[in-house]
């Protein structure tokens, strides 16, 4: 794949694959490599490998494995290419421009290109509104009210859009066509699809930011009450609303320092919690997170608070996250505010009245997800059988999603004193639920382990790394065919053919060159702790391998000699099986 000399090959050399894994897996030095959970599949213990001197990486649970590009291209979706140039990117090397591949292509990247740009356009327009026209003043007025002030609205970017109608169109218009423009969202077309009109007036303007921190798409909010009070971006070529967090793009240190996030609900929460001084916050911008927002969070942490509205809207989203986040892994606690008088509090209104301390407490104090479920199960009727039956059914589904089974049983107990009922019968239901899972739970794909010899082991591991050896093994092997019908034989062949040419090749191009299966075995035994190989171990291995081959025709001329051939033949085989009795004395 990455011919030498290549823009390819040299971001290859000089990138550090830990450093790049490492932004999208925490990893932690074991022994010569790093560890930790795999990416690509759901577990709680580590089985994810990445070799610092290789450049490769190996999940011994799903098999996934390769190098660095390989690990962009997996985790971004994206083609080789650009994984190039974000890799080159992410370690600070120069390449040229990459050529795009397909007239198609080249299309999507200026059209997503020219989105992008009319955003920014579209941004500067909201803000200069917001900062100098009449309209703008009585927006600024109401954001005051709300206590945001001028650095909070320069911080986060917050604009205005006018009542006028047609305002951002016209200033568009200069520069855009009438087809992007009504592409990207911002430009909406009237029933008949003759006339553009401008999608957001007379609202409050919140860019929304991808990953990266290009703004892809506006939040906005009703000045007056006007319906609905809150209307976003439509999906778009450059956005997608459940692939997209807000406030990610401003979290991601946060998130990896303090190793948990604050999830909320809106961006007015966001904006709230992240002046208060919580950075690691982030909004899902929808009444409940969608699964690839949980993929994406997981990168940074695999920690969350829900803090969502306390309304019914709110509890029941509350209630949908925690369930999928515990499906992915996560830790999850969730803060439920206390109201304030007779108003409930999402954070916003919550830190505005009762302070910045106030709700660093309440978050501190944030109890574990297990907690808030018993205490809405409480809220039922559990005076009766029914009501407890309910309250259990209301739970059940929960505990079904723990992988623990210790955590199953602290749960039982929990439930039980809580809900007062009989111990014994909440175990029997648990443990039923817990076989339920089971039965859901798809096995393992097959590790393909222990399958090859160790002496096929090691002639793989002196393949790769002998650099003193490596070619005249290759030789050896190759002169007696010794690989022939060994389990390995087509990642020796590889090998072997990688050992005899000319240009060196790397462990991920002769992986390339295998089947998926092989392939796997292949990374195993790469990751395997083992010493240095000598020149005497890779003889001692060509010797077992001559062995082997003697002892196996040995066994085909004996099969051959009971079948009782013509005379002739039966002479043949005699005599074959005395060469080949001598050989396997000798040694040779
Ligand atoms: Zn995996």
Redesign the pocket.
Known sequence: MAEAGSSADRVKQQADIVRVVGEYVRLKKSGQNFTGL?P??G?KTP??AVHPVKQIYH?F??G?GGDVFNFVMEMEKCSFPEAVRIVAEKCGIAIPRPKERSPEERKENQQRAVLTEMHREAQTFFVKQLETTAEGKAARAYLEDRGLDEEAIGRFGIGYAPSGGDLLLRHLKQKYPDKLMAESGLVSRDQSGARLFDRFRRRITFPIANESGKIVAFGCRALGNDQPKYLNSPETPIYSKSNVLYHLDRAKDALRRENFAVLVEGYMDAIAVARAGISNVVASCGTSLAEPQIKLLGRFTKRVIVNYDPDAAGQAATERSVSLLLEHDFEVRVLALPAIGDKKADPDLFIREKGIDAYVKALQEAPPYVDYLIARARLMDLTTGEGKLRALNFLMPYVQKIPNRILRSEWATRIAQQLRIDEPVLRAALSKAANERRSEVKTQPELVGKAAKPVERRLIRMLVEAEGFKRELAQRLQQGRLHQGLETERILGALIAAGLSEEPMTPTEVAALLEERERRLFYEILFEPAQEGTWEEAESCLEALRGRRIEQELAQVQREIENNPPAAGMRELLARKQELLRRRASGQ
């Open positions: 795999c690509f599949h577990e089985s994810f999940c649970g799903c996934k």
